[in-house]
C-alpha cells in the first residue's frame, strides 16, 4: 500500500534551517508530481512548495519563494524540502502528498487518487 513517512522536523531557530524528507513507498514515485503543504493551528491546510515527477519544474507559494527549495531522488523514492531563513510565520505540521499524475498536485486531503503522510512537525524559536 501507498505509504509517505516525513521526517527532519524539529526546533529551528528564527534564521535556522531544517531539512524534511519523505520516505516513499507502494507506487511508482517517479511517475507522480509530489508536493508539500503545511497546517499551523487552529489554520487551514497550506500548500507549499510542488515538484514534477521527472524534478524539472518546482513551484512555490510566494511566501517561501527563495527560502525553500523542493527537490526528489527518483532512485531513492525521496522528496525533500530545504528550509532556510526560517520565520515566526513558518512553523507548522508539515505534510508530503502524491499527486495525481506526472504534473498534477494534490491541493487538499480530499484529493481522489492521491495520498498524505502523517506529517512533521516544524517549530521556529529563539
Known amino acids: 500500500q501507498v505509504q509517505l513517512v516525513e521526517s527532519g522536523g524539529g526546533l529551528a531557530q528564527p534564521g535556522g534551517s531544517l531539512r524534511l524528507s519523505c520516505a516513499a513507498s507502494?507506487?511508482?514515485?517517479?511517475?507522480?508530481?509530489m508536493s508539500w503543504a503545511r497546517q499551523a493551528p487552529g489554520k487551514g491546510l497550506e500548500w507549499v512548495s510542488g515538484i514534477y515527477s521527472d524534478g524539472t519544474t518546482t513551484y512555490y507559494r510566494d511566501s517561501v519563494k527563495g527560502r525553500f527549495t523542493i527537490s526528489r531522488d527518483n532512485a531513492k523514492n525521496t522528496l525533500y524540502l530545504q528550509m532556510n531563513s526560517l520565520k515566526p510565520e513558518d512553523p507548522a505540521v508539515y505534510f508530503c502528498?502524491?499527486?495525481?499524475?506526472?504534473?498534477?498536485?494534490?491541493?487538499?486531503?480530499?484529493?481522489?487518487?492521491?495520498?498524505w503522510g502523517q506529517g512533521t512537525q516544524v517549530t521556529v524559536s529563539s
Open positions: 507502494g507506487f511508482t514515485f517517479s511517475s507522480y508530481a
Open positions: 502528498a502524491k499527486g495525481v499524475g506526472r504534473k498534477n498536485y494534490c491541493f487538499q486531503k480530499e484529493c481522489p487518487g492521491g495520498y
